[in-house]
């Protein structure tokens, strides 16, 4: 089984790139799945019904998220009644949504996805470690194939759930730093790593954002909102190949494509 992982999607530049690029990378590759990270997706921060809809209707089957899940107001209602949108499984009992599910294939196979959001430097949460050992619990009540996206600040948290899960679950692949990074590696005996996907939005500015907003605020600490940039819009994530029967991944590709002009 094939499956694309997109990282962090960033307002209409990041959701663009998504529209032109994923039907092309699901006949190129095969895929038999696609999963985002869509926290940053309407206006650079939350997801609402339209920019949720805009991404499922250019083929990516679920959405996950992280620290701004809660920004648009309409969230709360959305992610209840939507179950392909996954909130971070270790916020509190009680928060609306769910942080993990099964979603099956067009052939019929069925995948887990699981969303954690890390501690270290974001705000006080339940612990995602053992907000994994639930999820994968229940996960593989149905499936061996487990994709785990954690959203962290800290590598050492993501590196350290990583070890944590190594044979429990199919792929752990980070979010939340819009850097890809070039650790892609199999854990033994059978997990993919990454510390972070990187992000598809324009990637000629400071994390997604307009980079003349960020250097003023650097410079005279003075309040600026932050744009969504424009310019050089890209597609990053990776690509992972599992088997079907044992969940255990075989390889583990980075994936950089460039949106091409209009």
């Known amino acids: 089984m094939k499956i694309l992982f997109i990282g962090d999607i960033v307002g ?7 529209k ?7 006949r190129e590759f095969g895929l038999d799945m696609v999963i985002a990270n869509a926290e940053n997706s309407s206006g650079g921060s939350g997801i609402t019904n339209k920019t949720s809809e805009e991404l499922f209707s250019s083929q990516v089957d679920v959405l996950t998220s ?10 709360v209602e959305l992610i209840a009644a939507e179950k392909r949108i996954l909130r971070p499984a270790n916020y509190p009992k009680g928060s609306p949504g ?9 052939a019929g196979k069925k995948v887990g996805v699981i969303c954690v959001l890390g501690r270290v430097f974001l705000e006080p949460v339940d612990c995602p470690f053992r907000a994994c050992d639930q999820a994968i619990e229940s996960v593989k009540k149905e499936t061996n194939i487990i994709i785990v996206d954690i959203h962290a600040e800290a590598t050492s948290e993501k590196v350290a759930l990583g070890w944590y899960l190594t044979g429990k679950v ?4 980070g979010t939340h730093t819009h850097i890809q990074t070039a650790d892609e590696k199999i854990l033994q005996p059978g997990t993919a790593y990454i510390t972070d996907a990187g992000m598809t939005g324009p990637y000629d500015s400071v994390i997604g954002r307009r980079i003349e907003d960020v250097l003023h605020r650097f410079i005279t600490s003075m309040p600026v909102k932050f744009e969504v940039a424009e310019d050089n819009i890209q597609l990053h994530g990776v690509i992972l190949d599992i088997d079907d029967n044992s969940g255990r991944a075989g390889s583990v590709e980075r994936i950089q494509r460039k949106m091409p002009a209009v």
Do not use: M, Q
């Open 12 to 18: 209409k530049p990041g959701r663009d790139a998504v």
């Open 20 to 26: 032109r690029l994923v039907p092309e990378l699901r």
């Open 66 to 75: 992280g620290d701004h899940i809660w920004k648009k107001r309409e969230i």
């Open 98 to 106: 769910a942080g993990w599910g099964v979603f099956e294939t067009a």
């Open 170 to 173: 199919s792929a752990v692949l």
